[in-house]
């Protein structure tokens, strides 16, 4: 049996399907439903989304169903696996660590279920470390600690136009805190304990944006890092961040704009964004 460790993530890492096939990355989809239509995530249109979000219809997020980890796991047997690190969105968030479990007790082989206790690109960057290790021959043990060092790293800078769509979902965590602030006052968030937490306010757009740069440089230091611009879908603001960054991070390995997963929009709204920072 060959000694591959093969890595297995969910949607909400938010990961390019380039980089998945590159790295050999596994990635089960989370599920949104609309209305009465229940799909998983990837097969929504983005626009029909953002107007059943602006129009104040019933969206909600479910987990995988086990049965998708099960035939997952079953195709990294196939294919000559002798363990699996599959690595998934918090806990505190979403059932789907469990899901990946269930399914884990029936494979023959040994797969370590890994709670991220974040969601986005800190996971997305914490399983290419992952493949990474994987693919250069490392043991299940190694690639684990490959990951769990860039979740220890990494952080989430989010921008919200509003609390709403967390508030809908359940999401909201710890920034309750900041329900009820003026509609000028544009709250920071962050992942914090597995959960989404306050990390500042700013007053406008304009003036969060600079804030989020601020906090993006101040977290990477002088360090090897890797930025990602994750946005339901692409405007201007992105492009100018992407300068902005370069301009203020003096050791950036790589830079990309990302489309974040549908279920993490159908969470912080269609206006939001975020700023995943990943040093080492």
Known sequence: MSNHVAVVTDSTASLPEQLRRQWGIASIQLQLQVGD????????DRSHLVEALSAGE???????????????YQDAVSAGASAIVSLHISQRMSATLQAAHE???QVQIPVYTVDSGTTGMSLGFAALSA??????GAPAERVIDAAQRR?????????VDTLEYLRRGGRIGGATALLGTALSIKPLLTVRGGEVSPLSRA????????????????????????????CFRPT???LMLVQQLRERVPNVRELSIVEASTVIGAHVGPGALSITVSPG
């Open 37 to 44: 239509h229940i799909d998983e995530e990837s097969r929504f």
């Open 58 to 72: 019933r969206v909600t997020t479910n987990p995988p169903d086990p049965g998708a980890f099960f035939w997952t």
């Open 103 to 105: 399914a884990a007790q």
């Open 131 to 136: 493949a990474r290790a994987a693919a250069a």
């Open 151 to 159: 979740f220890a790293t990494s952080s989430e800078l989010i921008y």
């Open 203 to 230: 007053a406008g757009s304009r003036r969060a944006m600079a804030k989020l740069v601020d906090l993006a440089a101040d977290r990477a230091g002088h360090l090897p890092t890797d930025l990602a611009i994750s």
């Open 236 to 238: 201007n603001r992105e």
